[in-house]
């Protein structure tokens, strides 16, 4: 498709299992950013990709958060461990190089931690 | 610390009439800003754009208005339609962050037919 896409669109879980969310960006966008928006909030940056290196990963809420991109294409966001404020929508970003604008996002995977 | 702010959760405006949306910010290093539109269940949408060398631009329907000094936007939807009731929310970024957004909490618009 020509825009963002990210699966699963819902993840219902456990508390204490750990989840994997995707990302796959437009084709060709260089950098990649995750957010999240907890409910009545606005969007939190939580990583930047561009490539494969993540040079700001300052918006990840704890250890127990980490993700990677592979072949400068797909991302994966994992979370280990889940707690139940981790409860939210992960979004997924891309633009078409560092710092350009505008940036380009998917509709999200909404996270469940029972 | 809140460096974008929405301070209205929600306007509710007649259909034909100017919609009006504020967002205040802090940083000073900000020198671009965005508008996005979101529909429950989809991700924003890109609406219209302004750099801190500007003061205003305009896309059809919508304009965006910056004032540096006040630290303040307001998006201007003129003429409103049903089909613009969403969710608005402001970003911002600046030069020294990978072009990492900032983002207000968002503001609820209705538009009443």
């Known amino acids: 498709g020509a825009g963002v896409s990210q699966s699963p669109s819902n993840k219902v879980t456990e508390k204490g299992k750990d989840v994997e969310l995707r990302c796959d960006p437009i084709?060709?966008?260089?950098?990649l950013y995750w957010y999240r928006q907890s409910l009545g909030q606005g969007l939190e940056f939580l990583i930047y990709?561009?490539?494969?290196?993540?040079?700001?990963k300052s918006g990840l809420p704890s250890d127990r958060f980490s993700a990677e991109r592979t072949g400068g294409s797909v991302s994966t966001l994992t979370i280990q461990r889940t707690q139940q404020e981790d409860s939210a929508v992960y979004l997924c970003?891309?633009?078409?190089?560092?710092?350009?604008?505008?940036?380009?996002f998917g509709d999200g995977t909404r996270l469940s931690i029972l | 610390d809140q460096q974008v702010k929405q301070n209205s959760p929600s306007l509710s405006v007649q259909e034909g009439r100017i919609s009006i949306l504020n967002c205040d910010y802090t940083?000073?290093?900000?020198?671009?800003f965005l508008w996005y539109k979101k529909y429950p269940a989809e991700g924003p949408t890109f609406l219209i754009s302004?750099?801190?060398?500007?003061d205003k631009n305009e896309d059809g329907r919508f304009t965006v208005f910056l004032n540096k000094s006040a630290k303040h936007l307001s998006l201007h939807i003129v003429p409103s339609q049903p089909g613009d009731s969403a969710v608005y929310f402001c970003?911002?970024?600046?030069?020294?962050?990978?072009?990492?957004?900032?983002f207000g909490q968002g503001t609820i618009l209705t538009v009443h037919p």
């Open positions: 970003a891309s633009s078409v190089y560092r710092g350009g604008q505008p940036q380009h």
């Open positions: 084709s060709g966008h260089t950098a």
């Open positions: 990709f561009q490539g494969n290196s993540a040079p700001d």
């Open positions: 940083n000073s290093m900000f020198d671009y």
């Open positions: 302004i750099s801190s060398i500007k």
């Open positions: 970003a911002a970024s600046d030069g020294t962050s990978y072009g990492k957004l900032t």
